[in-house]
């Protein structure tokens, strides 16, 4: 499997996440199985079917959280490499066809979220930043055409 690249924030995160679902929520399903069983027949009782779903969304969820942080590579932020945009980057852009200003964090696929202008750079976008450096000009491919931005700012 392809290593995850992931802040060191956002490992944490993982790790306070697994720590709570292997402790906390477990309890609380097991709990719940042991009460839906006391309830008695087990074959018309939606309740105790309802318990092992939750059950079963938890194990699997533990399973992939545990293979992200099994295959993660945290992303270095190197405050001396403040230069050019790489992973961990705050990048402040001009959108030119719109004349626009807006800022965007560079991270990886799993830290992505588009609406909150986390993007991933894995996406065309986040591919098109990688390297630049202040000043430069970025074309970018979209479904609507090529989109021009200029980066203004690099943070990290």
């Known amino acids: 499997m392809a290593k995850e690249k ?16 292997k402790t906390v ?11 839906a069983r006391s309830f008695g027949d087990l074959s018309e009782n939606s309740e105790y079917d309802e318990a092992k779903n939750e059950q079963g969304k938890l194990y699997s969820r533990i399973a ?3 293979k992200i942080l099994d295959n993660a590579e945290i992303i270095e932020e190197d405050e001396a490499n403040t230069g050019y945009v790489g992973l961990g ?9 719109l ?3 807006e800022e965007y964090y560079v991270v990886g ?24 450096t202040e000043g430069d000009i970025v074309e970018v491919e979209a479904p609507v055409g090529t989109l021009k931005f ?6 990290r």
């Open 6 to 21: 992931i802040t060191s924030a956002r490992l944490k995160e993982l790790e306070e996440e697994l720590h709570f679902l």
């Open 109 to 132: 696929s799993q830290e992505a979220d588009p609406m909150n202008f986390r993007i991933s750079d894995d996406s065309p976008f986040g591919r098109a930043m990688i390297g630049k």
């Open 150 to 155: 200029r980066i203004i700012s690099i943070e």
């Open 99 to 101: 004349d626009e200003e």
């Open 89 to 97: 980057c705050r990048v402040r852009v001009l959108d030119m066809e």
């Open 64 to 66: 992939e959280v545990q």
């Open 25 to 35: 929520r477990e309890k609380e399903v097991a709990e719940q199985i042991k009460e």
